[in-house]
């Protein structure tokens, strides 16, 4: 048996959602480049969801039932508040997710009607589930979603109780496509395997969050964030920097299990980073990571992943570090089910092998002779 260790380069499913293929990434055909500086996050879940970009009024009707599907219940509404203030996010986003399960009726049909319409909930959701869980935990009252005003500005109008400048929700809209969909990653691969069993989509999106929560995914842009504060300013970058990759530690938001030449997101997320860091007039944050960039890529041969510039482009927009990784699963949740309404299509249990390296023929020993 081969075992390719952490599964790197075998080849688990078929897909037509997104490719990466020579470095390049496309979503359903179309190169993420032209993506991210033409379309709308909306139009990129259609695509995702549907395999082609929507025309006027099939966007129309997609902004329509996101909008009518945003608002969350009072029940729900009273869980969060009774959830510990210092939970991680994350933890709230899976339990919550997971919760809707249970509010919803039909949650255990598997027809293609009903999963696709939970797939537009749980985006509409999301946005709405991490903005009261902020607010509430700042001793705030939740803000209630307002129709028309777009998935980007929506968030941010219910983060802070107030309507975004168009700088601040096309820079998130921006960030939103870039990370709406990426082939097999750990999270989708996992959404996927629960989906083989034939459980729920609830399940799938729950089993997906749990393991987008990691650092070593979802998780690294918290981390990246967490590391430009302990820095603190450009003098001790180099030290901090030589220091970590001394007692071979790892630099959050660099290296990649398929890209090793660049990821392509990152360099859109750099340039945000830079023409927010100018807007603002602080740009204390976006010149430190492009000095560890240098260092990092000069002393290691690594370069940014798509966790590494999102970090302080979210810091530039006012977000707390901790909600980092919940905007990623709200933008990663079109991908996710995708996935899983693909995963249903073709169907079948997915169940690898182990290669059992442990001990053979041992006899079993009565208690009291064991050690
Ligand atoms: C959205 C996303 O999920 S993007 C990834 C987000 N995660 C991170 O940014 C966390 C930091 N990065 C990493 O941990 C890794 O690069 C991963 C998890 C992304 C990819 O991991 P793998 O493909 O398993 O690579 P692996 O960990 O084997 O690394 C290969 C070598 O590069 C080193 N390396 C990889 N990433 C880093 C890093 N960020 N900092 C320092 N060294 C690194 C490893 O230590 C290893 O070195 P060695 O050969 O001397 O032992
Ligand atoms: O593909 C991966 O392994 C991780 C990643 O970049 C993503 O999920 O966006």
Redesign the pocket.
């Known amino acids: 048996m081969s075992t390719g ?2 599964l ?1 380069g075998i080849v688990a499913v078929e897909s037509e959602i997104s490719s990466i293929i020579d470095g390049v990434l496309t979503y359903r055909g179309y190169q993420i480049d032209e993506l991210a500086e033409q379309s709308t996050f909306e139009e990129v879940a259609y695509l995702l969801w549907n395999g082609k970009l929507p025309n006027e009024s099939q966007l129309a009707e997609l902004k329509e039932l996101l909008d009518q599907h945003a608002p969350i219940t009072p029940t729900l509404l009273k869980q969060l508040e009774e959830y510990p203030k210092d939970a991680h996010p994350m933890a709230v986003l899976r339990t919550i997710v997971s919760a809707l399960s249970m509010y919803d009726p039909d949650a255990e049909q598997q027809t293609l009607a009903h999963n696709r319409e939970t797939a537009i909930k749980l985006t509409a959701q999301i946005p709405t589930i991490i903005t009261a869980l902020a607010r509430l935990r700042a001793g705030k009252e939740p803000v209630a979603p307002k129709a028309g005003l777009g998935f980007a500005a929506n968030f941010l109008y219910m983060l802070n109780g107030e309507e975004p400048t168009f700088v601040a929700a096309h820079a998130l809209d921006k960030a939103l496509i870039l ?1 709406a969909d ?1 082939e097999l ?2 999270s989708t691969f996992a959404a996927r395997v629960t989906t083989g069993t034939l459980s729920d989509m609830y399940s799938a999106i729950t089993t997906a969050i749990g393991t ?1 929560k990691g ?7 918290e ?2 964030m967490a590391t430009l504060r302990e820095i603190g300013n450009l003098d001790k970058i180099d030290a901090y920097i030589e220091n ?2 001394a007692n ?11 890209y090793k030449n660049g ?1 392509p997101r990152a360099k859109h997320l750099r340039e945000m980073s830079r023409q927010l860091a100018a807007q603002i007039g602080d740009t204390l944050y976006y010149d430190m990571s492009t000095r560890i960039e240098e260092l ?1 890529t000069q002393k ?1 041969g ?1 370069k940014p ?4 510039y999102s970090a302080s482009v979210y810091n530039y927009l006012g977000i707390s570090g901790d909600l980092f990784t919940p905007i ?1 699963a709200m933008s990663r949740v079109v991908g996710w089910t995708a996935h899983v309404l693909e995963q249903l299509e073709h169907n079948r249990l997915i169940r690898p092998r182990a290669e059992y390296i442990g001990p053979m023929g041992r006899r079993y020993e009565a208690i009291e002779h064991r050690r």
Do not use: S, T, W
């Open positions: 260790k952490g790197e990370h990426h990653n750990a987008l650092p070593l995914h979802g998780g690294a842009n981390q990246v970590k990759l071979k530690e790892k630099i959050m938001g660099f290296g990649h299990r398929v990821d990092v290691k690594l992943n798509v966790d590494f990623f």
